[in-house]
Each structure stands twice: as structure tokens, then as C-alpha cells.
């Protein structure tokens, strides 16, 4: 059985999304070390733990967007997904996240954007193009 139609473009969506996102999640972590203790645009929180976690899963998205094993890719992007996924539900209800998060998520928009980078991260990571290896096929 052979690929399916598109699966060689949809690995490009995976890598492309793991670049452009990582990229993004970095750029947001650098500035709300710039910024501080500020809200970002006013809307946005910012604080020290939100700016490492952002820095970390950022470059770990950034990463999986090089990787030679798209297998790697898809893993990283969608366990993220995931946890940003856990992360938007749970600041519904907990919005200093259990004390992890000291100003807490008291802006809707947060938990969208969590939400929105985890429905993504779980889609493109484990449901976009063909997700057979070379060796399945």
C-alpha cells in the first residue's frame, strides 16, 4: 500500500507548524523577559516561570521543526500540544495553575490562546499527513 495522496506535503505542515510555532512561543518568552512583571499588550500575562516554560517548550517545538525522525517531530509537537492543551483547561478553573503561575490567568485570552496552541499541537502532531515511516511503507 502506497503513501497516501499529500502525505509528503502534510510532512512539510508538520515541520512547518513545529518552526513557525516554536519560533512564536520563543519570540513570547523573550519578551516577557524584557518586559518583566508586565502584561504583554495589556492583555496578555507575563511572569518569570511563564517566560522559562514558554522559553523551553518553544525551543523544544523550534527543535522538533529540524528533526531528521519526523517521528520525533510529531511527538514533541503533539505532547506539547497536550500539556498546553491541560494547561488552558485546568486556568479555567485554577487560574494561578496551583501556585505555579504567581499572577495568574485572570485573562480569558490566555487560556484561548493555550487552548487554541493545544487543539493544534495534538492535531498536526498526531493527525496531519501520513504518519508511517519509510520502513512501514
Known amino acids: ?30 519578551v516577557g523577559l524584557v518586559l518583566g512583571d508586565k502584561s504583554l499588550f495589556g492583555v496578555l500575562n507575563i511572569d518569570i516561570a511563564e517566560d522559562g516554560i514558554h522559553l ?11 528533526a531528521r525522525d519526523l517521528r520525533v517531530t510529531r511527538a514533541i509537537v503533539g505532547g506539547i500540544g497536550i500539556a498546553y492543551l491541560v494547561i488552558g483547561l485546568v486556568s479555567f478553573a485554577k487560574p494561578m495553575l496551583f501556585g505555579l503561575v ?14 487554541t496552541l493545544g487543539v493544534l499541537g495534538i492535531v498536526v502532531g498526531f493527525f496531519v499527513g501520513d504518519r508511517r515511516t519509510a520502513a512501514d511503507r
Do not use: Q
Not at 500500500?1 to 513557525?20: E, F, Q, S
Open 1 to 30: 500500500m502506497g503513501p497516501r495522496p499529500g502525505g509528503a506535503a502534510m510532512t512539510d505542515v508538520v515541520r512547518l507548524y513545529a518552526k513557525v510555532v516554536g519560533a512564536s512561543v520563543i519570540l513570547i518568552g523573550l
Open 56 to 66: 523551553l517548550t518553544g525551543g523544544l517545538i523550534f527543535y522538533a521543526g529540524f
Open 102 to 115: 504567581p499572577s495568574g490567568y485572570e485573562v480569558v485570552l490566555d487560556n484561548l490562546i493555550h487552548l
